[in-house]
């Protein structure tokens, strides 16, 4: 049995070797019917192979998390486009030497938008440091889509805090990439975005929404259904910038028009102060 077992180890870490060394190298593997299952890119992206991976993409953030005790959270949504202050102030510098009108102008709402990213990360850092000061059961953790902007400035604000926290990232054409504030060992990428806004939802305590664009929109939308119809169950749904949320969208139009109950506008709050956002949060759960 326990020769049995040592080849059975072998075998794994061959066909675990031989598919990293490839990988590493930027070679495709040949097809190869001998070769084990789980280490055979070509049938594990197979069209019939689909549900294989919505479960692996399911089980691996769903693991990793567990055993590092994330099993609550705070889900920061906005956008990827805001950046922090320092960096839109080069920009303005170097728009303005360049003469060009438009890029003076994108460079002005740089500027303007960097102040979400500075109240994110002021978010983030006010839940982290009550987190910090928890047994580690009743620890909440900052988790966001694991990107630059909003998501980086949340990622950020629980780093300041010295505290673990969690990106949830997706492969995108344009390659986005985890951002250097994310915890290490929770920094997750995901093919589907069915199973990665699954994720979001599995461990949420809060959601709070900053400005963002159609990804924010999309994520914000598919919370309030989920909550509406008590799919998911009710969680503070903040929507940080009340300009930005009451400009984009006039949610009283819904009532108006029937196609929403008035109740239902009880389902989110408008906030445009960090602190005002995590004691809506805290005073939910009596915290």
């Known amino acids: 049995m326990e020769a049995n077992t040592q080849l059975n180890e072998r075998r794994l870490a061959d066909a675990w070797a031989e598919l990293h060394n490839h990988a590493h190298n930027g070679n495709p593997l040949q097809a190869d019917a001998n070769r084990m299952a789980f280490a055979d890119p070509e049938f594990m992206f197979r069209r ?4 294989i991976r919505f479960q692996l993409e399911m089980l691996k953030p769903d693991l990793g998390q567990a055993e590092q005790g994330i099993e609550s959270t705070v889900v920061v949504y906005g956008s990827a486009r805001f950046v922090a202050p320092d960096e839109a102030a080069a920009q303005l510098a170097d728009a303005e030497a360049s003469g060009d009108a438009d890029r003076v102008r994108r460079a002005h709402l740089a500027v303007r938008n960097a102040g979400y990213y500075d109240l994110a990360r002021q978010f983030a850092k006010l839940v982290a440091d009550y987190s910090e000061r928890q047994r580690p059961a009743d620890r909440i953790y900052i988790c966001t889509g694991g990107g630059p902007g909003i998501m980086e400035a949340a990622n950020r604000g629980a780093h300041d805090a010295g505290a673990l926290n969690v990106g949830l990232n997706i492969a995108l ?15 997750f990428k995901f093919h589907y975005f069915a199973l990665r806004k699954m994720h979001f939802m599995m461990r949420a305590k809060a959601l709070v929404a900053f400005p963002g664009g159609f990804g924010t929109l999309d994520e914000l939308f598919e919370v309030l259904t989920l909550v509406q119809t008590k799919k998911a169950k009710p969680v503070p749904i903040v929507l940080f910038g ?4 009451k400009r984009l969208i006039n949610f009283d139009v819904l009532v108006e028009e029937g ?12 906030t445009d102060e960090p602190q005002e956002a995590w004691d809506l949060i805290r005073a939910f759960y009596k915290l």
């Open 173 to 187: 054409p344009h390659e986005q990439s985890g951002n250097r504030f994310i915890s290490p060992s929770l920094s």
């Open 242 to 245: 009340t300009d930005y949320w």
């Open 259 to 270: 196609t929403i109950s008035a109740q239902d506008l009880n389902l989110f709050h408008y």
């Open 48 to 51: 019939e192979t689909r549900g």
